[in-house]
T-cell receptor, first 114, second 110 residues
Framework: DGGITQSPKYLFRKEGQNVTLSCEQN?????MYWYRQDPGQGLRLIYY???????QKGDIAEGYSVSREKKESFPLTVTSAQKNPTAFYLC?????????????FGPGTRLTVL | GQQLNQSPQSMFIQEGEDVSMNCTSS?????WLWYKQDPGEGPVLLIA?????ELTSNGRLTAQFGITRKDSFLNISASIPSDVGIYFC??????????FGTGTRLKVLA
């Protein structure tokens, strides 16, 4: 089945540690995205990538880093510089810039900093 | 970053009632998407709209792309308990990025 997978579902981290969230898609989509969702809030864009080996900062990129070495994969690293990392993280993908460019989401990773 | 104005923020309705929610923006969009999110899960795409005035249905759900291209509406007819969740709108002003609403929390009373 085609889709987007995120792992792990739940992640705990000690303060001061970096942690990497995985996102993989087998939809053959060119574009991938990372969003952060806080309780009772909408989705805020962290980073997005239009194509392999290229990515752009979103609205809240500080304290995060990404890489796009393969079309299928777009991992997100939450660094110790992120002041308030506890949140629900969502990965999404889309075909690209064409007219019919819906975004599809993965199941999410809930990160808790202890 | 910019966010859409989505209303109402939350609503309680009786099973069988119809539901309406909307999103408005100060920017023109070329695409509107509507999603439903269950607790602890990722949003699931319900309806996509691509043209001003477009009206699209998906079962009991109907959504419209506003004529001004700055708003969109979602209606749910004859609500059932599994309609409970958070509904998000998303608008695309350019090519890659979407802007998301803050969500409408729907609770259905049996």
């Amino acid at each position: 089945d085609g889709g987007i997978t995120q792992s792990p579902k739940y992640l705990f981290r000690k303060e001061g540690q970096n942690v990497t969230l995985s996102c993989e898609q087998n939809l053959n989509h060119d574009a991938m995205y990372w969003y952060r969702q806080d309780p009772g809030q909408g989705l805020r864009l962290i980073y997005y990538s239009q194509i392999v080996n290229d990515f752009q900062k979103g609205d809240i990129a500080e304290g995060y880093s990404v890489s796009r070495e393969k079309k299928e994969s777009f991992p997100l690293t939450v660094t110790s510089a992120q002041k308030n990392p506890t949140a629900f993280y969502l990965c999404a993908s889309s075909m690209g810039s064409g007219r019919y460019n819906e975004q599809f989401f993965g199941p999410g990773t809930r990160l808790t900093v202890l | 970053g910019q966010q859409l104005n989505q209303s109402p923020q939350s609503m309680f309705i009786q099973e069988g009632e119809d539901v309406s929610m909307n999103c408005t923006s100060s920017s023109i969009f070329n695409t509107w998407l509507w999603y439903k999110q269950d607790p602890g899960e990722g949003p699931v795409l319900l309806i996509a709209l691509y043209k001003a005035g477009e009206l699209t249905s998906n079962g009991r759900l109907t959504a419209q792309f506003g004529i001004t291209r700055k708003d969109s509406f979602l209606n749910i007819s004859a609500s059932i308990p599994s309609d409970v969740g958070i509904y998000f709108c998303a608008g695309r002003p350019g090519t890659y990025k979407y802007i998301f609403g803050t969500g409408t929390r729907l609770k259905v009373l049996a």
